[in-house]
C-alpha cells in the first residue's frame, strides 16, 4: 500500500519555463511534506517542505504548494534550468500518535521519484 | 566532517556472506534513519532510532537484518547470510530531534551501495 504516490516517472522540460512535479497522499495523518532532490550516486539533497497548516511555501525557484482537502502536493521550479536535472522526490512525514510522543516514530515515507530533464 | 559520512560507499559479496554497513551522522544529530533503494524503486524505510533506541523495526525485510546505534552516533546495518535481492543502495539519514511542531528535515548520506553476487 503505497501511502506516497508520484505517478509520472519523467518528465521533459525546456529550459527556462516552468517545472511542476506532482505527488499525492493517502493518510491525512502527515503532518509535514519535503521534497528532495537525487543526482547519480549521490544521496537526497533537501530542496523545500511545507507544514500541514500551510498551503504554499517558497524559496527562490522553488514553490511547493499543499492542497490538504486533494491529498495533493506538488513542487513548482521557475525558470527550469538544466542544472535542475534530476530525481525528484517526494516525502511525507507520519508523526506517532498522541500518547506516543515521548517514543514514537517520526517515519518519513517516500514517493519513487520522477526524473526531472530540463532540455537546453 | 560536515554530513553524513556511509561507508563503504561500495560493496561486492558473495550470497551468504554477512556484510556490516557503517553510518557516521552529523553530529548533535540524534535521529538517525536508514532506508533501501533498490534498481528503479523509490526509497524503502527499514528503520528509525532516537538515540540509541530503536522505537520502529517495522521495516526491516528479514530477521536476517539488524541495526544498532551506540553512544547516540554510529550505526551500523547488518544483514546476515545476504541474498541476491539484498542487493540495493542502503542510505542512512540523520535529523536533530523530531517532534510535534518540529519538522526536521532528514540528511543523508551517500550511500553504501550492496552488490550480492
Known amino acids: 500500500d503505497q501511502q506516497v504516490k508520484q505517478n509520472s516517472p519523467s518528465l521533459s522540460v525546456q529550459e527556462g519555463r516552468i517545472s511542476i512535479l506532482n505527488c499525492d497522499y493517502t493518510?491525512?495523518?502527515?503532518?509535514?511534506f519535503l521534497w528532495y532532490k537525487k543526482y547519480p550516486a549521490e544521496g537526497p539533497t533537501f530542496l523545500i517542505s511545507?507544514?500541514?497548516?500551510?498551503d504554499k511555501n517558497e524559496d527562490g525557484r522553488f514553490t511547493v504548494f499543499l492542497n490538504k482537502s486533494a491529498k495533493h502536493l506538488s513542487l513548482h521550479i521557475v525558470p527550469s534550468q538544466p542544472g535542475d536535472s534530476a530525481v525528484y522526490f517526494c516525502?511525507?512525514?507520519?508523526?506517532?500518535?498522541?500518547?506516543?510522543?515521548?517514543?514514537?516514530?517520526?517515519?518519513?515515507?517516500f514517493g519513487t521519484g520522477t526524473r526531472l530533464k530540463v532540455l537546453a | 566532517g560536515a554530513g553524513v559520512s556511509q561507508s563503504p560507499s561500495n560493496k561486492v559479496t558473495e550470497k551468504g556472506k554477512d556484510v556490516e554497513l557503517r553510518c557516521d551522522p552529523i553530529?548533535?544529530?540524534?535521529?538517525l534513519y536508514w532506508y533501501r533503494q533498490s534498481l528503479g524503486q523509490g526509497l524503502e524505510f527499514l528503520i528509525y532510532?532516537?538515540?540509541?533506541?530503536?522505537?520502529?523495526k517495522s521495516g526491516l525485510p528479514s530477521d536476517r537484518f539488524s541495526a544498532e546505534r551506540t553512544g547516540g552516533s554510529v550505526s551500523t546495518l547488518t544483514i546476515q547470510r545476504t541474498q541476491q535481492e539484498d542487493s540495493a543502495v542502503y542510505l542512512c539519514?540523520?535529523?536533530?530531534?523530531?517532534?510535534?511542531?518540529?519538522?526536521?528535515?532528514?540528511?543523508f548520506g551517500e550511500g553504501s551501495r550492496l552488490t550480492v553476487l
Open positions: 532510532f532516537q538515540g540509541n533506541s530503536a522505537p520502529d
Open positions: 516525502a511525507a512525514r507520519q508523526a506517532p500518535v498522541e500518547w506516543e510522543t515521548t517514543s514514537g516514530t517520526y517515519k518519513y515515507i
Open positions: 539519514a540523520s535529523s536533530l530531534q523530531q517532534g510535534r511542531g518540529m519538522g526536521g528535515e532528514l540528511f
Open positions: 493518510n491525512s495523518m502527515f503532518d509535514y
Open positions: 511545507i507544514s500541514s497548516i500551510k
Open positions: 553530529s548533535g544529530h540524534t535521529a
